[in-house]
C-alpha cells in the first residue's frame, strides 16, 4: 500500500501538516511546534506547557559589552514554499529593520519545516543572514529545543552505553532535591522514582563531542514511541569534530547546538562588526519518531533509531530543501589526498597518519578551526594509509587543517583551496611534521587533546551518577575536583619519570585546594627526572600540550622554586573552557613549546615545577594532554 500523500490545514493561528503517520503543529505566524500527533497520542509535546515552550528555535545574543538576552524567535510571516502530496516546506521568517535596533537581534531569521511523503518525522532548518551595514553584535548561542511530555517521556538514549531512565522535572523542585555548587547540578534527596535517592542530575553530564552527537533523544514507556533528533552532519555547527554541547537532559529536553560557548568560552562566540554582511544555513535537523508493540524493549527503539541515523547520513546533502541556500550534492565539491607525518626521531621513513582528523574550515592559521565560528566546517579521518576524501563540501575558500592522534600540534596545508560545484580536488601526498628539536627524553600521557588517560578518580559516594559507575566516561561523574586534596591533603602531586605510571599518578586536572573559609589555594606539581649529563652546548625543550584551561595559567620552574620568584615561563591567564565543572575532559587545544637553556639543568636529579596560581575558584585549572622533554638536537638525524 502507497504511503499516504501529505496534506496541509491552515488555521488562523495554527498550520496543520499531516502525512497519515504523524501530525505536526505550528503556530502562526510564530513557527513554534505546539504539537506532534504519533501513534494514538495526541500530543507528544510537553501539553502542560505554555505553547511557546514546546518546540522552538531561540538564541542568546548581546550588543558589544553588553549582557545576554535570551530570544525564542517567533516568526512574523507565514509562506507556503511547497505544498503536494509528496512535500510541504513552510517558512516563517522574522525580519530586522533599524526601528528594531536594540530589543532584537539584528538577523533575517528564517525557520522552515519539512514533511515528506511516508516520513515518520519532521525536518528544520534555518537561515539567518546579517546585511551590509547592520549594526554590530554578539551570537553567544544558537539551537533548537524541544520539550516532552514528563508523563510519558522517562527514558533517555545518545549512545549504546549513555542511556538510563531519568528523573522527573518535578524531581528538581524544593524540597525534592539538594543543589550543589551550581545550579545545574542537584542531589536527589526525595525524587518521585524512590530507585533515583541520593543520584546527582546534571545536565553537562550528558554533553557530547560533535564527532558523536548524531542521535539522542527519548522513549516514552506507555505508549512505546522514541523521539529522536537525528543531525547528519556537522557542517554547520561551530568549533568542529570536538567541540562539545549538550544533548539531551532533564526536561524532558532534547537539544540541536548550532552555536555555543560551552567547553570553549568565549572564543567560539560569533561576533559581527563594522558591518560585515554574514549568511549561514543551520540544519536540516531530522525529529524521528518510531515504536514499538513491546513496552519496555528500549534497545528495539535506540536501534532503529540509529539505523534511521545512518540513512540520513548516507541521504546528506538532502536533495529536498526548497531554500537555494542549502546547496544540493550537484552545486557541492570534494578534496582527496593522503596525508603523511615525518618525524625523523621515530622513524626515517614518512609514517602514514592513519585515523587522523582532516577537515575543511575557513582560512586562518594552523588549529584556527576549533575557534571557529562564523563559517562551514567538513571533516573525515584518514584511513590506515593516511588517505582521505572530504565529500560534498560547500563552494567556498578554505584551508586544510589535520590533526593526528599520537602527534603534537596541528597541520594545516597553507595554499587556500576554492570548492567549485562538481569539482574533486586531488592534492595528492601531503606531508605533516610536528614539532620536535631533539630526542624524546621522557613523556607523560598520550597525544590525544584529551585527560581520558590520567588518573580519573571514583567520585565522592554521596555524588553518583549511576549511569557512570563501571563506565569508560568515568570523568562525568560530579566532584571530581574535589577529590585531588583528599588524594593530596597536605602535599601536591609529585610524578618521578620512569617510576610513577601516568595512569595512576597523574591527576586528570590540576585543580585548586580549598583553603580557610571560601579561599581556595594554588598547587604546585612536580616532575622530577634523572639526567646523566647535561649539554652545556645545546637547548633543551619542554613541550606541554594542554587539553583544556579553565581560567587558568601554567608556570614553569626548573630546579628553583624557592630561589626563583619570576618563573621560566607562564602561559598567562587563559582558557573558559569550564570543562572542570561540566565533566568534560577537554576543552580547547593549546601547545606551548618551552626553550629550556643547559643551565637550568643538572646532572642528575632533576625537577620541574608546574605551579597554577590562579584561585579563586574551585573550577579554575588545566587539564594536560601531554608533556615531554626533548634533547638537543642530534646532527645525524
Known amino acids: 500500500m502507497a504511503p499516504i500523500g501529505v496534506t496541509m490545514h491552515i488555521q488562523e493561528n495554527y498550520v496543520i501538516i ?6 505536526l503543529t505550528l503556530s502562526k505566524p510564530g513557527g513554534i511546534v505546539t504539537g506532534v500527533k504519533y501513534n494514538g497520542v495526541d500530543n507528544l509535546m510537553e501539553i502542560l506547557n505554555n505553547e511557546s515552550n514546546r518546540g522552538y528555535w531561540d538564541i542568546v545574543w548581546n550588543v558589544p559589552q553588553g549582557s545576554g538576552i535570551f530570544d525564542v524567535i517567533l516568526g512574523t510571516e507565514f509562506n ?16 530586522w529593520d533599524p526601528s528594531l535596533k536594540g530589543t532584537l537581534v539584528p538577523l533575517n531569521i528564517d ?78 534527596v526525595n525524587p518521585t522514582n524512590p530507585e533515583l535517592k541520593g543520584e546527582v542530575d546534571d545536565k553537562y553530564q550528558y554533553s557530547c563531542d560533535n564527532k558523536d552527537n548524531k542521535v539522542h533523544g527519548w522513549i516514552s514507556m506507555d505508549p512505546p514511541i522514541g523521539f529522536w533528533q537525528i543531525t547528519p552532519s556537522n557542517e554547520f555547527r561551530t568549533g568542529g569534530p570536538t567541540k562539545q554541547s549538550l544533548t539531551s537532559h532533564v526536561g524532558p529536553t532534547m537539544l540541536a547546538i548550532f552555536v555555543s560557548a560551552h567547553y570553549s568560552g568565549e ?25 514499538s508493540l513491546y513496552p ?117 596545508f597553507d595554499v587556500t583551496l576554492t570548492i567549485t560545484p562538481g569539482n574533486v580536488i586531488d592534492l595528492g601526498e601531503l606531508v605533516y611534521e610536528p614539532p620536535r628539536d631533539g ?41 571530581l575536583w574535589e577529590r585531588y586534596a583528599e588524594l593530596y591533603p597536605d602535599n601536591n602531586l609529585i610524578y618521578t619519570v620512569g617510576v610513577s605510571d601516568y595512569t595512576k599518578d597523574w591527576f586528570f586536572a590540576q585543580v585548586t585546594k580549598k583553603g580557610e573559609g571560601n579561599a581556595f589555594l594554588q598547587t604546585t606539581w612536580q616532575i622530577k627526572f634523572k639526567l646523566d649529563e647535561v649539554n652545556k652546548n645545546g637547548i633543551y625543550k619542554l613541550r606541554v600540550a594542554i587539553a583544556m584551561s579553565a581560567v587558568a595559567e601554567l608556570q614553569v620552574r626548573f630546579n628553583e622554586l ?29 601547545l606551548f613549546n618551552i626553550d629550556v637553556k643547559s643551565d637550568w639543568l643538572v646532572e642528575g636529579d632533576n625537577i620541574i615545577h608546574f605551579t597554577q596560581p590562579r584561585c579563586t575558584s574551585p573550577f579554575q585549572g588545566i587539564m594536560y594532554d601531554y608533556i615531554r622533554m626533548e634533547g638537543p638536537p642530534k646532527e645525524d638525524v
Not at 505544498?83 to 513552510?90: H, I, K, L, R, T
Open 562 to 590: 624557592k630561589t626563583v620568584s619570576q618563573p621560566r615561563f607562564s602561559t598567562g591567564l587563559i582558557g573558559k573552557d569550564n570543562a572542570i565543572a561540566r565533566h568534560g575532559i577537554h576543552g580547547l587545544y593549546w
Open 439 to 479: 630526542p624524546t627524553l621522557w613523556e607523560i600521557g598520550i597525544p590525544n587533546r584529551s585527560a581520558k588517560e590520567f588518573y580519573v578518580p571514583d567520585p565522592n559516594p554521596l555524588y553518583i551518577n549511576k549511569l557512570y559507575v563501571n563506565h569508560p566516561d568515568k570523568f562525568r561523574q560530579y566532584g
Open 18 to 23: 499531516d502525512n497519515g503517520i504523524l501530525q
Open 80 to 95: 507556503v514554499i511547497l505544498e503536494d502530496e509528496n512535500q510541504v516546506e513552510v517558512s516563517f521568517t522574522r525580519k
Open 111 to 188: 525557520k522552515r519545516f519539512i514533511v515528506l511523503r511516508g516520513s515518520s518525522g519532521f525536518y528544520t532548518y534555518g537561515i539567518f543572514e546579517h546585511l551590509d551595514g547592520w549594526p554590530d553584535f554578539n551570537l553567544d548561542e544558537a539551537r533548537i529545543a524541544f520539550k516532552l511530555r514528563k508523563d510519558k517521556f522517562q527514558y533517555m538514549a545518545m549512545a549504546d552505553n549513555r542511556q538510563r531512565i531519568m528523573p522527573s522535572p518535578d524531581d528538581r523542585l524544593q524540597g525534592r532535591c539538594q543543589p550543589l555548587a551550581y545550579p545545574e547540578a542537584v542531589v536527589l
Open 267 to 291: 572564543d567560539l562566540v560569533p561576533k559581527f562588526r563594522n558591518g560585515e554582511h554574514w549568511k549561514k544555513v543551520f540544519g536540516p535537523v531530522f525529529m524521528y519518531l518510531n515504536s
Open 296 to 412: 519496555g524493549d528500549y534497545k528495539l527503539l535506540w536501534d532503529d533509531a540509529n539505523v534511521q541515523m545512518q540513512t540520513e547520513v548516507e541521504s546528506w546533502p538532502y536533495s529536498f530543501p526548497i531554500s537555494d541556500d542549502f546547496q544540493k550534492s550537484e552545486q557541492r565539491g570534494c578534496v582527496s589526498g593522503r596525508l603523511l607525518v615525518r618525524d625523523r626521531y621515530i622513524n626515517h621513513e614518512d609514517i602514514c597518519a592513519s585515523s587522523a582528523y582532516i577537515g575543511l574550515a575557513l582560512p586562518g592559521e594552523a588549529g584556527s578551526w576549533q575557534r571557529e565560528s562564523k563559517g562551514y566546517q567538513f571533516w573525515t579521518k584518514t584511513d590506515e594509509k593516511g588517505c582521505f576524501f572530504i565529500s560534498n563540501a560547500r563552494t567556498g575558500d578554505y584551508n586544510l587543517y589535520a590533526w593526528c592522534p599520537g602527534f603534537i600540534g596541528d597541520y594545516m
